[in-house]
């Protein structure tokens, strides 16, 4: 595993909770052909590591994993590990509306080395509460690594009941959601249902700061390709009591959360990306490229983020 050699001053020790406080939701960067850019997400793994985050998500869907073979998530998912080794934690995004589907890749990211899972809700299947339990517990009964759920009802058509969250808690290897529900009482509501062991990742960057206040543990981000180091900062300030603080820096980070998700996720955060000289590429079809007007936006904003950094 990633986090298995760790040498002196690597920051991985000082995490808070499983995956420490910034996880980004990682792009997977494309060639101009749009065939898969491996280097390109190594390249990208050692950046985001270095401007704040404490692990990255491998082929989730800000990853583009519905348009990802099977072999080119394998690929990923080492060309990723192999680049986290020994400085950040690596979560590999497994899951689809196939159960089957979902444990072999499961089984085969375990194998490859990463440090834990990353399964979303079924999408478009939409199955009743005893299927989406099945479905968790079989992806978490063919790993040994630490699972957390990913509970995005706006885009999968259905999501989990508190009685259901209660059930999958019981699991030794289900530590936890990212919960793109943008809701606070709902994280409330899983917390009490689950326990305060059970970490809750905020899956909405401007929801992260409110989500804090009921007790998540940090943000799977998207911003933080960007503002990576300022999102912990943020974090950090609301955990150490400065409240004041890291209100001002979700102040000044709104524009950005905003800008990102002016169009279909990924096609800003990947401009943005090349915009600041990253790996990305373009987001292969049904979505498209980002149109000028958005993209000379993003210019002016991202740029003025990273000089700030």
């Known amino acids: 595993m990633t ?6 001053g690597d920051r991985l020790p000082h995490m808070e909770g499983t995956f420490g ?10 060639r101009g052909d749009l065939s898969l850019d491996p280097e390109g997400a190594a390249a990208l793994t050692r950046a985001l590591l270095s401007s704040g985050s404490d692990t990255v998500l491998a082929c989730g869907t800000t990853g583009e994993s519905p348009t990802l073979s099977r072999d080119e998530k394998l690929e990923t998912f080492r060309a990723v590990a192999d680049a986290a080794e020994g400085y950040g934690k690596v979560l590999a995004g497994t899951s689809s509306y ?9 089984e085969a990211a375990t194998e490859i080395g990463v440090d834990g899972i990353l399964a979303v809700t079924p999408y478009y299947n939409r199955p009743p509460q005893r ?18 759920l990913y509970d995005i009802p706006g885009r999968t058509g259905c999501s989990l009941e508190l009685s259901t969250y209660e059930r999958l808690a019981s699991h030794a290897r289900i530590i936890g959601v990212k919960d793109a529900t943008g809701s606070s009482v709902h994280v409330s509501r899983v917390r009490a249902a689950c326990g305060d062991a059970f970490e809750v990742y905020s899956g909405d960057d401007a929801q992260t700061l409110p989500f ?16 990576g180091s300022q999102i912990g900062d943020m974090i950090r300030s609301y955990r150490n ?8 820096t979700h102040d000044e ?27 990305a590429g373009p987001p292969r079809p049904p979505l498209a490229p980002v149109e000028p007007n958005l993209e000379a936006r993003l210019r002016e904003i991202v740029v003025r983020y990273r000089e700030v950094a």
């Open 3 to 8: 986090g298995d050699h760790l040498g002196q």
């Open 21 to 30: 406080d910034v996880v980004t939701a990682m792009i997977t960067p494309m």
């Open 98 to 106: 196939d159960t089957a589907a979902s444990v072999s890749l499961t």
């Open 131 to 148: 299927g989406l339990e099945a479905h968790f517990r079989a992806i978490a009964d063919s790993t040994d690594l630490p699972v957390l």
């Open 212 to 227: 804090l206040s009921v007790g998540a543990r940090g943000v799977i981000s998207v911003a933080s390709h960007v503002a």
């Open 241 to 248: 009591g400065d409240v004041e603080s890291a209100r001002k």
């Open 253 to 279: 980070l709104f524009e950005l959360f905003q800008v990102l998700f002016e169009d279909s996720s990924p096609i800003p955060v990947k401009a943005a990306c090349a915009i600041l000289g990253l790996p």
